[in-house]
C-alpha cells in the first residue's frame, strides 16, 4: 500500500454511491482514490447488474487508515477506512470470487455475494467490526479464517437463500480450543461466536488448530428444506 495522500480534500457527509442505478462498476475506468474525501457516511458499490464473475480482494490497514478493493471494477478502487460509517459491496450474478483479507474498524460491513455460485474467504474482522454476508443462492462456498480464527474477533452473520458450504479454517492455530456446537453456532474456535440459521449450511468442515482441542457436539446444523416443501408437509 502507498501514502500519503494528497494535501486537498472534499467533503463528503452522507452517502458515496458507485454503480447505483445502473447496477455495474464496469464503467469505472479512471482513477479512483478517495483517500482525499473527506467521507463521513456510506460508501456503496453496486455490481449487481454484472453478469461476469469477478475476482475480488479486500485490503483494509486500519493503523495506516488506508484500503483497497482490487477486480471489482476495471480500476482499484482506494479510500481511507476511518472516513467510512459503512461499507457496501454488491456482487453480480457471474459467479464472484471474493477475498475479505480484513474489515474497516469500528463499522458494519455487507456483502452480497450475487445470484451465481460464488465463493467468499474472509481472514480478519475486527473485535469491533460487524460482517453481514448475504449469500443469495446458487450454492456458495464461504471460508472463514486463514489458519487462524483469533483473527475472527468480531460478529460475522450469515443469510442464504439456498444453502451454502461453510469451511472453519484454525489449522494453524497452535493453541488449545474448547469448542462447542449447537444447530446454529460454533463457539471456542476463535474471538467470535460463529451463528448460521437453521437449515442455512449444505455442508460444515472444520479444520481445528494444533494445540489439543475439546470438542462437545450439543447439536449439529439441520437439513435445508425448501420453504414450499415445509409449508405441504403442514
Ligand atoms: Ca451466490
Ligand atoms: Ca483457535
Redesign the pocket.
Known amino acids: 500500500m502507498v501514502g500519503p495522500w494528497p494535501t486537498w480534500s472534499i467533503s463528503v457527509r452522507q452517502a458515496l454511491l458507485f454503480g447505483t442505478g445502473v447496477g455495474t462498476l464496469q464503467n469505472l475506468n479512471g482513477c479512483i482514490d478517495l483517500g482525499a474525501i473527506d467521507l463521513y457516511g456510506f460508501l456503496g458499490l453496486d455490481d449487481s447488474g454484472d453478469v461476469v464473475g469477478r475476482i475480488a480482494t479486500l485490503d483494509v490497514d486500519n493503523d495506516l487508515d488506508f484500503a483497497t478493493i482490487d477486480g471489482l471494477a476495471p480500476v482499484t478502487i482506494k479510500f481511507a477506512p476511518s472516513g467510512l460509517s459503512e461499507l457496501s459491496i454488491v456482487g453480480g450474478s457471474g459467479g464472484n470470487v471474493f477475498g475479505l483479507n480484513n474489515l474497516p474498524a469500528g463499522i458494519t460491513t455487507t456483502l452480497y455475494?450475487?445470484?451465481?455460485?460464488?465463493s467468499v474467504t474472509v481472514a480478519a474482522v475486527p473485535a469491533d467490526a460487524t460482517l453481514d454476508l448475504f449469500?443469495?443462492?446458487?450454492?456458495?462456498s464461504f471460508t472463514l479464517g486463514a489458519g487462524n480464527l483469533d483473527a475472527i474477533a468480531g460478529l460475522v452473520n450469515l443469510d442464504a437463500d439456498a444453502p451454502i458450504n461453510l469451511s472453519l479454517d484454525d489449522s494453524l492455530d497452535v493453541t488449545s480450543d474448547s469448542v462447542t456446537l449447537t444447530a446454529t453456532a460454533i463457539a471456542g474456535l476463535g474471538g467470535s461466536t460463529v451463528t448460521f440459521t437453521e437449515g442455512s449450511l449444505a455442508s460444515l468442515t472444520i479444520s481445528a488448530g494444533q494445540g489439543g482441542n475439546t470438542f462437545q457436539v450439543n447439536g449439529v446444523p439441520g437439513r435445508y428444506r425448501d420453504p414450499h416443501q415445509r409449508r405441504e408437509r403442514q
Open positions: 455475494a450475487g445470484e451465481g455460485t460464488d449469500f443469495q443462492g446458487g450454492g456458495d
